[in-house]
Every structure is written in structure tokens, then in C-alpha cells.
């Protein structure tokens, strides 16, 4: 199905009411590698239920839980649409994650339900040839009615340029200091990250079959964007806020490159007061995978 312009900009979804609980939080801290050395008491209560902590960036995947299949996410958002409304649905096979970015308005509980309702913010056609910029917002509310979590992303449809929109003024990707970094850290992965990974919710088979990975242009299964991001986020945990997640009110990076699990991931940091900047590289193939990225801290 095409991309309908100007209708896409009214396009939202259904609201959606889910809950996580204490065993989704963990999970997460798991499959971005935290609790790798049991004896580690500052990751310690990220994995375990005693004194629990939640990661901010594991909201990219707790609302996963119950979210149906495609078909039945397209039949809500026509039931989200009016009649007749033209419903956009780029090229599933030729899109890409652009970019991230999450807002924690108020502290994550370690379990809770909560409502989420998404729409789209805005559509940039490149060209027939070049594909398309989709920027969509999802917005969690509490069981008081109260915003707790804005996600933003952006997909790239490389398969529906041509559409008629706006050829500019997409979001700007968050300038990188030209200074050397700040600080430096490594995080290996392990070769069965991605294996972990996908029980959070995205059971894409580009991550666990090789024969499909190679289908896609890779020579092995690759880890997903959104670990990866959620390594840029324990850089910041740990190098500048001790491990406490609710300093951190947003967190934004744009998908450069992929990771292939086994791999060692470096997060370069650049403090600015209350802006963090980042970029994260994979040293051994001379490979950035994240860039512009950006923590803002409360």
C-alpha cells in the first residue's frame, strides 16, 4: 500500500492499553548486556528484583507485549481513521529505522499499565528513486491520565519515494562536538545477543536466520538497531550518572550502521552541562553505527 499525501498527516492509531511488569524490566537490562558480571553491584539492580531500576530506553519495547500482528495493527488503525480514510503502509520489506528518540517525562515504575495512542508527525518525499522520511509519535499516558513517555522515530521507506510531499525540511539530525570525546567506553557483545535480544518483542528473522540475514545483503544475522541504542543509554548510565536512570529525561540517536553480535561497541561521549553527545563504533571494522546521538539530563 502507498503513501497517501496529504493524508498521512492525519493518521493515527488506536489506543492501546498494555502492562509490563517486573520480569519485562529485567529482560531488557539482559538483552543489552547489563548483569554480564553477577557481582557487579551498580548493574546488579537492573537484573534483579530486589531494589529494581528500569533503563530508560526499554520503553522502546515494553509496550510490545500484546501489540497483535500486522494485519491486525493495520485493522486498528483503520478503526483508529475515519471512513474512507486513506491508510499508509510503506514497504514493510524496504524500511529502515532512521532514527530514535525517547522523553521520560515522569520516573518509570517497574510495573504498570498505561495507554499508548501514535500518530504521524510528518512525510518527506526524496524522490521515486530515493525513498521516503516518515516521522511518527507515540505517546504513553498513566492510569491518571498523566503523559509519562513520548517516542519519537523515523523510518526511512526506501521503496515509496514519489508520493508528492515535501522534499525538505525533515528534522535536523543533532550536531556532534568536533572536540575529541569526553569519554570512551566499550561494551562487548555477545554472539547470541541477538538470540536474547529478540524476546523483548521484534522476532525480525534478519536477526536470527542466517539464511534470511543473507537474503537482506548481510553475511551473518545482525543485532538490532534499537540493543544497540540501548547500549548508547548504558554508556550514559554508567559514565555520568551512576547509575541513576532518572536523570535522564531524553535520549535520541540516529541508525548508521549495523552491529553484528560477538562485536565490541565504543561509545564516545562529549559533556556539555546537561547535554550529553554520543556516537557509538565498532573500532575493530572502522564502522560508526550511531550517530547524533544526544542525552538530555534532569
Given amino acids: 500500500m502507498p503513501i497517501y499525501y496529504p493524508d498521512i498527516l492525519e493518521q493515527k492509531t488506536e489506543p492501546r492499553t498494555f502492562s509490563y511488569g517486573d520480569k519485562d524490566v529485567m529482560l531488557y537490562a539482559l538483552g543489552i548486556g547489563m548483569g554480564a558480571d553477577p557481582l557487579d553491584e551498580k548493574e546488579l539492580p537492573f537484573v534483579y528484583e530486589v531494589g529494581l531500576k528500569v533503563v530508560p530506553t526499554a520503553v522502546t519495547v515494553l509496550a510490545s507485549a500484546g501489540g497483535g500482528s500486522r494485519a491486525a495493527v493495520a485493522e486498528g488503525a483503520r478503526r ?28 518509570l515504575p517497574i510495573s504498570g499499565t498505561f495507554t499508548v495512542t501514535g500518530r504521524t508527525l510528518g512525510a518527506w518525499d526524496k524522490g521515486k528513486d530515493k525513498g521516503a522520511v516518515i516521522v511518527n509519535e507515540m505517546v504513553w499516558t498513566d492510569q ?77 544475522p545482525i543485532l538490532h538497531g534499537l540493543c544497540t541504542y540501548g547500549l548508547t543509554c548504558r554508556a550514559v548510565l554508567q559514565e555520568i550518572c551512576d547509575y541513576d536512570p532518572d ?25 556539555d552541562g546537561v547535554e550529553i553527545s554520543f556516537e557509538a563504533r565498532v573500532k575493530a571494522r572502522g564502522a560508526t553505527v550511531i550517530k547524533n546521538g544526544l542525552c538530555v539530563l534532569r
Avoid: C, M
Avoid at 255 to 260: G, L, Q, T
Fill in 144 to 220: 491518571a491520565g498523566e503523559k509519562a513517555v513520548t517516542l519519537t522515530g523515523t523510518t526511512f521507506a526506501r521503496g515509496d519515494g514519489g508520493f508528492g510531499g515535501p522534499s525538505e525540511g525533515a528534522p535536523v539530525p543533532h550536531p556532534t562536538p568536533s572536540r575529541a570525546p569526553d569519554l570512551s567506553v566499550d561494551f562487548p557483545t555477545l554472539p547470541n545477543q541477538a538470540l536474547l535480544y529478540r524476546l523483548n518483542g521484534d522476532r525480525n528473522p534478519v536477526h536470527s536466520d542466517p539464511g534470511v540475514a543473507r537474503l537482506a545483503g548481510f553475511s551473518r
Fill in 247 to 271: 536523570r535522564i529525561l531524553s535520549h535520541q540517536v540516529r541508525f548508521s550502521s549495523p552491529v553484528y553480535p560477538g562485536e565490541t561497541v565504543t561509545v564516545d561521549l562529549w559533556r
Fill in 80 to 107: 483508529a481513521n475515519p471512513p474512507n480514510f486513506r491508510i499508509s503502509d510503506p514497504n514493510f520489506l524496504l524500511v529502515l529505522h532512521g532514527e530514535q528518540k525517547v522523553e521520560i517525562h515522569k520516573p
